[in-house]
């Protein structure tokens, strides 16, 4: 999966510092406070701990994460993790040092647009009765940033950095709300990734998931997708982008793609064989749409693992 990397903040000077031990610099407004952490030395066990819930997204360097009941992870560029209120990270800093510090973003945002965007989509966006409620998932905490996701965190830095005045709490909440809505997409495609098969007797999203997962070597008529979900064609498809962030079109084509990057890791395939056994029905619409998903022709990608 392609991780999309969160903006940096330009290097403090040591002068500069207060700690070269997540040093801290605070943005605060109405509704959240983005907090820009650097560490310039490497160091171990330095513990961390929010009063509200908190998106903490890397910038550059690595940290071993520590979280109570979790095995130890390394936290990398690209990635999010997401935390509740008062969860303690006990953290490691192997890499860090002067000129070359490990920075990381933690927004914590309060409780009450945090509800407003529950129950606005619960109200007015409910998802299919046997999709679920709106919410975010804890079991979910360690994400890789998806294309949706890491822009809307990317907004609110450049929202920061660049606008004043009242409109920049305005603009702020706003793309907070769709950072959140976009949170919970990403995670309601984890959700779909790891569990379709447990939950696709009971879940009829989770039997469309595991319907195009079956047959992505074949075509797949997006008819019998919206059957599946118990559904008309176009009640389905505008459910379907507002819980996964994509079109049903989008997902397969991503899915394709997905099996084709396995695929290609084989020097044994070439690239017309991978197309076709992919669900393709041409190969410049494969090379094209592979080119556009992973930054790089199918052919180049393959080489890659020479």
């Known amino acids: 999966m392609n991780k999309y990397l969160i903006d940096r903040f330009p290097i ?39 009063d509200h819930f908190v998106l903490t997204s890397m910038l550059s360097g690595k940290k071993i994460m520590k979280l109570a009941e979790h095995e130890s992870f390394e936290y990398l ?40 965007t529950f129950d606005l989509l619960n109200e007015y966006y409910p998802k299919a009765p046997t999709w679920g409620q709106w919410d975010i998932d804890p079991t979910y905490f360690h994400l890789t ?102 079109t049903p079109a989008q997902y397969i084509l991503k899915e394709r793609i997905k099996l084709a990057k396995e695929q290609l890791k084989s020097p044994s395939f070439n690239i017309t064989e991978v197309c076709f056994a992919c669900g393709f029905e041409n190969l410049s619409h494969f090379i094209k749409s592979f080119k556009n998903e992973v930054g790089m022709t199918p052919k180049a990608y393959q080489l890659s693992f020479k």
Do not use: W
Not at 20 to 48: A, G, I
Not at 89 to 107: R, S
């Open 145 to 246: 940033n998806n294309k949706e996701l890491a822009d809307t965190i990317n907004r609110i830095i450049r929202i920061t950095k660049s606008e004043h005045g009242k409109a920049k709490d305005i603009m702020v909440e706003l793309t907070l709300k769709e950072m959140l809505v976009r949170l919970m997409q990403t995670q309601a495609r984890l959700l779909f990734e790891g569990s379709y098969h447990q939950l696709s007797n009971n879940n009829s999203l989770a039997a469309v998931v595991k319907y195009i997962k079956e047959n992505l070597t074949s075509k797949i008529d997006l008819n019998k997708l919206s059957d599946k979900a118990y559904m008309s064609r176009a009640s389905f498809y505008k459910k379907f982008r507002e819980v996964m962030g994509n």
């Open 77 to 116: 560029p690209g990635e999010s993790v997401i935390l509740p209120p008062r969860e303690l990270m006990n953290i490691d800093f192997p890499e860090a040092k002067l000129g070359n510090p490990t920075q990381c973003i933690a927004l914590t945002i309060s409780d009450e647009v945090i509800q407003k």
């Open 12 to 50: 403090q000077e040591e002068r500069s510092l207060f700690t070269l031990v997540e040093n801290r610099t605070s943005y605060s407004f109405e509704m959240c406070e983005l907090n820009l952490f650097e560490t310039h030395e490497s160091v171990e066990n330095v513990n961390l701990i929010f």
